[in-house]
């Protein structure tokens, strides 16, 4: 490397500690401080990062791998960022016109842009810079956070929207990267940073930021990560990509209740492949087996490798009926597989394990057990065997249950139960009412964690849900008449259905005020506008509202502020452990201030401990709500 090219030593000593294994976003921000109140001219960030990369790869002998090349993008966009934003601080608390001018040249440069939110107006100012890496040519400037988000790709807003809630409740730095989706599925990728001002009782009173346009970068990235995601040797999919691949897929399994089959297949004696005839032909065996199994299965289905010789077939949207002539054709075809035209006599069997996969979040942790656990039964018949796994649960009595009887079960009415669990008050103790929480009477889907889970995963959440809720609220009816009665709904459940056919549930000897309806944050709110709608309506009946499982849950600073609940309920995520001075009860005291705002009232959930209900109290939390106080009954 030329001396006259060489980097600025600072800049690549930040680098080297960001990309070998000391990767920390206050690096990045240190840097870009340092460059800013330096003075350093923003023409030569540019030059200055590709010089510093070079001189990388030349220490690691002219390559680095994937993941540093990615920390190398992560470094470059985080540091300019940074800059921008001190010096976009700079100008704000008028530090002269050299400021101005260089965050002029930085804007204009890099393409950054700059914006703000005022949370107490809700009035949202932004350049036009802002409005051209949001769409300006398609919709017009942005005119509020709510355009904003609705110009996102459908599969960010909750991140954004969850990073925005950890700035204003946990001070936590927002830095976030997101899609703005064009009419022609085509995608823009903005990095955008912000912080927040507080006034001097500490509520957050404004947002701003800066924006970066990173679409170039994620090319590259997704590059990189197509490397990555790959079997070297194969071709097919690694364990990472599959796991990476079924994640993505998840939301359309979930929209159309699709059945979805696994097969894990091993090579039977392959070891002794390799022991006589060496790696290179061991090597050649398993590129056969990888080209045959993407030439029998679909496009839409997916092929790993995820062992020596080990391979797992995904067939999404498929039958165990359909599924079973696969496995058949790929154990043949395994068999009858001419290996080397230099040793035709040479053959390899295969054992297939076929599962019948679940449909949610969980399939990606369970699906290799699972599927591992029918191959060894496979084997255990002897070599060459398909064995299908055909039971997705097993109660205590050790009777299987088939996915069709389980999901009669939920859909029935009569197969609910309700207990309830105290509201007291955290000063004394009195019990100001029950949270009711819907029990299944089968054996294996108890709780609601577990039959919602299932429901979900079938695709009927909403009216296993509706269930629940009526079930619930029958209950309510022997609770004396001054204690308050809380009944759960999924957003989804209240999205879809009508305000009238919840409130025809509510006993009719009650006054429909003592009725609070919660909305779990365990789900994401996907209409946002559909939701208040109703809500809107469940108020105006006197129906009270709250945002339950806060802090743990789909948390979203739009659902606090477009909801604006009479109560938020905080998870026992928050709540267990916490002391004086912490993490937790920082977060916590900022919430209060939030909520506060519109009036509302916070209860805790989860409280076990003495400990934690003093430290509460001295938060000034006046509701509560745990085993501390009794057992659901």
Known sequence: MNPATQPSQEYLAFLRNAVFGLEDSNLCFELGKKLAENGVEVESLESQHEQAVEQLRLERGGLLEVKEERACLRFQVRTLLAFADILQEDWRMNLGIESREQLELLRDTAGIG????????????????????????????????????????????????????????????????????????????????????????????????????????????????????????????NRRGLTSSLECDVERRRKFGNEVQALFIDLDDFKSINDVY????????????????????????????????????????????????????????IENMLISTKFPHLRVGASVGLVSAAF????????????????????????????????????????????NELLAELNDPASYFAVRQPLVSAHSLEVLGYEFLARSRCEVLKSPEDFLRFAMDAGVANIVDAHAFATCAAAAHAVPAELQCHLNLLPSTL??????????????????????????????????????????????????????????????????????????KVDRMMVRGITKGCDNYRAFRNLLKVVRTWGGEVVAEGVERQQELEVLLDLGVNKVQGFLFGQPE
Request: proline share 4%; charged share 25%.
């Open 114 to 237: 700059t914006w703000s939110w005022d949370l107490q107006t809700r009035d949202f100012q932004a350049d036009q810079r802002f409005h051209l890496l949001h769409g300006y040519v398609h919709w017009g400037p942005v005119v509020d956070h709510e355009d904003q988000l609705r110009r996102l790709h459908p599969a960010d807003v909750e991140c954004v929207t969850k990073a925005t809630l950890n700035l204003l409740v946990e001070d936590k730095p927002l830095a976030v990267a997101y899609r703005i989706l064009h009419p022609d599925r085509s995608c823009t990728h903005v990095s955008l940073r912000a912080n927040l001002v507080r006034d001097a009782e500490g509520v957050p009173q404004r947002l701003y930021g800066v924006c970066l346009d990173i679409t170039e970068n994620c090319r590259v990235h997704q590059e990189l990560e197509e490397l990555s995601r790959s079997d070297p040797l194969t071709g097919v999919l």
């Open 278 to 333: 060496g790696h290179s032909v061991g090597d050649a065996t398993l590129q056969r087996v990888s080209d045959l199994l993407r030439n029998i299965v679909r496009s839409t289905d997916y092929v790993a490798r995820i062992g020596g010789d080990e391979f797992l077939v995904i067939l999404p949207n498929t039958t165990h009926d359909e599924a079973m002539p696969v496995a058949r054709k790929i154990s043949s075809s």
């Open 360 to 403: 949610g979040d969980d399939m990606v942790q369970n699906l290799l057990v699972r599927a591992e656990r029918a191959l060894h039964s496979a084997k255990r018949l002897g070599k060459g065997q398909i064995f299908h796994e055909d039971s997705l649960f097993e109660s205590s009595d050790e009777r299987p249950h088939s996915f």
């Open 495 to 568: 999205e879809n259905g009508k305000p009238e056919q919840w409130l025809r549930c509510l006993p009719s000897n009650r006054d429909l005020g003592s009725f609070c309806i919660e909305i779990s944050e365990k789900e994401s709110v996907r209409h946002p506008q559909r939701l208040l709608k109703n809500v809107k309506e469940l108020r105006a009946a006197g129906v009270r509202v709250a945002l339950d499982d806060v802090g743990y849950g789909h948390s979203s600073l739009e659902a606090l502020l477009l909801l604006e609940p009479e109560v938020v």
